[in-house]
């Protein structure tokens, strides 16, 4: 089965430097996956790669078997892959509904579904359906996240790529954004998130990657990883030689 996105060998950085050494990585539909690792492993270049922040200097990715891999950030999301970025993902100083309509128009491009789409977000979102008229900058961290993704969902993404959505937000707060997220998968939306948060992702995911130094140290389904893998020793113990990968 062809996988939903495929990366194939990347690698990327900034100035003359990789950050991200030959990693690759398969993702299926109706599959979460989390790429986790210490600070410093790439994680978040890495989904900035895939999202077409920064550019890929070799290597390919495929979405639903059509390469992507030149293709400019907006072009990505018109061909199908959504993208919430950790920090500045909304317009503080606009409403919620300023917010989204403001996606709608942007994303929609004259196409006449853009109504269609806010009734869907409303559906996985209800709490936003009551702070239309609320600033975003007003929100709690979890509900600016909702609307975050919201945005995101109205382009209507075959794939969504989530860079640290639980970042910052207190214990409660990031188990609801986890079932937030798992409610967008249940929708048949296909899901990469990098993830800090390791308990609470696992919760949810059903295959991890796991980084370091750059490169892929471990590629498995997150029951595997629970049952024969300390992730202690992942994250800290030698770098050198063959990275140690193991199929789902």
């Given at each position: 089965m062809t996988p939903l996105l495929l990366a194939e060998g990347l690698f990327a950085g900034y100035g003359n430097?990789?950050?991200?050494?030959?990693?690759?990585l398969q993702a299926g539909a109706g599959r979460i996956t989390t790429v986790m690792g210490p600070n410093g492993s790439g994680k978040s270049t890495f989904i900035k790669v895939?999202?077409?922040?920064?550019?890929?200097?070799?290597?390919?990715?495929?979405l639903e078997g059509q390469e992507v891999t030149h293709l400019a950030a907006p072009l990505r999301v018109a061909a199908g892959l959504g993208y919430v970025p950790q920090e500045f993902n909304v317009f503080r100083n606009?409403?919620?509904?300023?917010?989204l309509d403001l996606a709608s128009a942007v994303l929609h491009r004259g196409r006449r579904d853009?109504?269609?789409?806010?009734?869907?977000?409303?559906?996985?979102f209800?709490?936003?359906s009551r702070r239309l008229k609320s600033l975003a900058g007003n929100l709690s961290g979890g509900e600016r996240q909702m609307l975050a993704f919201a945005s995101a969902l109205l382009a209507r993404p075959r794939f969504l790529l989530l860079d640290e959505p639980s970042a910052g937000l207190s214990p409660?707060?990031?188990e609801e954004m986890f079932q937030t997220v798992a409610r967008v998968h249940a929708t048949g939306v296909g899901v990469l998130m990098v993830e800090q948060n390791v308990a609470g992702a696992l919760a949810i995911t059903h295959d991890v990657m796991v980084l370091v130094g750059g490169a892929?140290?471990?590629?498995?389904?997150?029951?595997?990883?629970?049952?024969?893998?300390?992730l202690h020793q992942l994250y800290l113990g030698p770098t050198e030689g063959a990275a140690l990968e193991a199929a789902p």
């Amino acid at each position: 089965m062809t996988p939903l996105l495929l990366a194939e060998g990347l690698f990327a950085g900034y100035g003359n430097g990789d950050i991200v050494r030959g990693v690759s990585l398969q993702a299926g539909a109706g599959r979460i996956t989390t790429v986790m690792g210490p600070n410093g492993s790439g994680k978040s270049t890495f989904i900035k790669v895939l999202a077409g922040l920064v550019p890929c200097r070799q290597g390919r990715i495929l979405l639903e078997g059509q390469e992507v891999t030149h293709l400019a950030a907006p072009l990505r999301v018109a061909a199908g892959l959504g993208y919430v970025p950790q920090e500045f993902n909304v317009f503080r100083n606009l409403t919620v509904r300023e917010n989204l309509d403001l996606a709608s128009a942007v994303l929609h491009r004259g196409r006449r579904d853009g109504k269609a789409g806010l009734e869907r977000v409303f559906e996985l979102f209800p709490v936003l359906s009551r702070r239309l008229k609320s600033l975003a900058g007003n929100l709690s961290g979890g509900e600016r996240q909702m609307l975050a993704f919201a945005s995101a969902l109205l382009a209507r993404p075959r794939f969504l790529l989530l860079d640290e959505p639980s970042a910052g937000l207190s214990p409660k707060a990031a188990e609801e954004m986890f079932q937030t997220v798992a409610r967008v998968h249940a929708t048949g939306v296909g899901v990469l998130m990098v993830e800090q948060n390791v308990a609470g992702a696992l919760a949810i995911t059903h295959d991890v990657m796991v980084l370091v130094g750059g490169a892929v140290r471990l590629a498995t389904t997150a029951e595997d990883l629970k049952r024969q893998h300390d992730l202690h020793q992942l994250y800290l113990g030698p770098t050198e030689g063959a990275a140690l990968e193991a199929a789902p």
